[in-house]
């Protein structure tokens, strides 16, 4: 069964530096997600990408923060220069199509972790 | 904004018992999904649903839009379903949607044998 895929499976960082977090989305999908958890709190939304361009975007995905398809098959988060805040767990999703009511698949996700 | 809100936070069970889990949101809604995300952190797709009801297996989801609450059920539950369930909800906003998901606190339940 199809499924998304995510790199690493833990990141461990210094603060200051650049992280990127791959995903490979299923591939007839077209619609890619990123969200993160930090450790106790709810799952957030970060941002959503269609047709190379980002669709939507939640006040913590700042300028720190940019996605990038770079090539057919994956899509990757870059957090610029991390924060302690940014530990988190990174959770990335894919839908067939744009839109609300398309079932979102997960992959398992990338434990950031900033010293 | 949609709040989302669930209970109970945790739920302890003997295997066997029936299980509710639920779910309340503030505002209209597009689509209501369950969550099952596992000790380990992965999230799976349980149920999307707009209105009515939906079975797999064991799992019953139901959704109330007037009432803006859903219910997922756990029938003859067992140790294997111990795991963090989560309701989130995709919103309509000023009539467009984009798919963007806001989550509920998740309910911690534990199936004891």
Known sequence: EPEVTQTPSHQVTQMGQEVILRCV???????????????????????????????EKSEIFDDQFSVERPDGSNFTLKIRSTKLEDSAMYFCASSVRPGSYNEQFFGPGTRLTVL | KNEVEQSP???????GEFITINCSYSVGISALH????????GIVSLFMLSSGKKKHGRLIATINIQEKHSSLHITASHPRDSAVYICAVSSVDGGTSYGKLTFGQGTILTVHP
Not at chain 1, 33 to 49: A, N, P, T
Request: aromatic content about 20%; cysteine-free; hydrophobic content about 35%.
């Open chain 1, 25 to 55: 989305p299923i591939s007839n999908h077209l619609y890619f997600y990123w969200y993160r958890q930090i450790l106790g709190q709810k799952v957030e939304f970060l941002v959503s990408f269609y047709n190379n361009e980002i669709s």
């Open chain 2, 9 to 15: 936070q945790n739920l302890t069970a003997q295997e």
């Open chain 2, 34 to 41: 369950w969550l099952q995300q596992h000790p380990g952190g």
